[in-house]
C-alpha cells in the first residue's frame, strides 16, 4: 500500500531563512508528484509537478526535486516570507493507489 | 484569472439525506476529480472524470456517490443517503491533462447532522 509521509509536521522559522520540507513514499512506481499549499479554510493550490521521468522542477523561489528510486521528495524555499505561511501538502498519483496525500508540513514564517 | 469555483461554501444536512455539491471547473479543462478531506486529516481522492465517464476512482467511492457533468459547465457530486461520517470538506479541482497541474476551487464544507 501506498504510504506518503511528510516531515517535519510542523516548522516555524523566521523570514530570510532557506528551508527544505521532506515527503517519502513506499511505492516508486508512480505518475508524477505534485506540491500545493493550503491555507486555512481554503482549497489547494498547486506549486510544483514532477513527472516520474523528471528529477526536479524550480518556479520562482521554490525548487522540488524527486528521487523516485529512495521514495523521496524534498520541497526548497529559498529566502522565506510571512506570506509563505501555510500547510505544504505533497500528492504522489499512482497507477494502483491513485492519488495519496501527506499530512502536510504546517510552516510558519515569523517576520 | 480562471479558477474553480463551487457552490455552496456550507451545506448542512440531515443524516440519510441526498446532497449535490456543485462545481464548475475552469472552462477550457477536460478533466474534472473529486477529493475529500475530514477535519484534521489528509486529503482523500474520490474520484476523476473525463469525457463523460469515471476515469479513476478510490475505495472511498462507492455506491452512495455519484459524479455527473450534466451540461457543458457544471460537475457535480452526488451523496444519495448521507451518514455523519460523511461530514467533510469537499474539494473540486480540475486540469488540463490526466498528469497535468490539477486546480482546486475552494471547498464546500458539508456538515451531516
Known amino acids: 500500500k501506498q504510504e506518503v509521509t511528510q516531515i517535519p509536521a510542523a516548522l516555524s522559522v523566521p523570514e530570510g531563512e532557506n528551508l527544505v520540507l521532506n515527503c517519502s513514499f513506499t511505492?516508486?512506481?508512480?505518475?508524477?508528484l505534485q506540491w500545493f499549499r493550503q491555507d486555512p479554510g481554503k482549497g489547494l493550490t498547486s506549486l510544483l509537478l514532477?513527472?516520474?521521468?523528471?528529477r526536479e522542477q524550480t518556479s520562482g523561489r521554490l525548487n522540488a526535486s524527486l528521487d523516485k528510486s529512495s521514495g523521496r521528495s524534498t520541497l526548497y524555499i529559498a529566502a522565506s516570507q510571512p506570506g509563505d505561511s501555510a500547510t505544504y501538502l505533497c500528492?504522489?498519483?499512482?497507477?494502483?493507489?491513485?492519488?495519496?496525500f501527506g499530512t502536510g508540513t504546517r510552516l510558519k514564517v515569523l517576520a | 484569472e480562471p479558477e474553480v469555483t463551487q457552490t455552496p461554501s456550507h451545506q448542512v444536512t440531515q443524516m440519510g439525506q441526498e446532497v449535490i455539491l456543485r462545481c464548475v471547473p475552469i472552462?477550457?479543462?477536460?478533466?474534472f476529480y473529486w477529493y475529500r478531506q475530514i477535519l484534521g486529516q489528509k486529503v482523500e481522492f474520490l474520484v476523476s472524470?473525463?469525457?463523460?465517464?469515471?476515469?479513476?476512482k478510490s475505495e472511498i467511492f462507492d455506491d452512495q456517490f455519484s459524479v455527473e457533468r450534466p451540461d457543458g459547465s457544471n460537475f457535480t457530486l452526488k451523496i444519495r443517503s448521507t451518514k455523519l461520517e460523511d461530514s467533510a470538506m469537499y474539494f473540486c479541482?480540475?486540469?488540463?491533462?490526466?498528469?497535468?497541474?490539477?486546480?482546486f476551487g475552494a471547498g464546500t464544507r458539508l456538515s451531516v447532522l
Open positions: 479541482a480540475s486540469s488540463d491533462g490526466q498528469v497535468d497541474i490539477q486546480y
Open positions: 511505492d516508486s512506481a508512480i505518475y508524477n
Open positions: 514532477i513527472q516520474s521521468s523528471q
Open positions: 500528492a504522489v498519483h499512482t497507477p494502483t493507489y491513485k492519488y495519496i
Open positions: 472552462s477550457n479543462h477536460l478533466y
Open positions: 472524470f473525463y469525457n463523460n465517464e469515471i476515469s479513476e
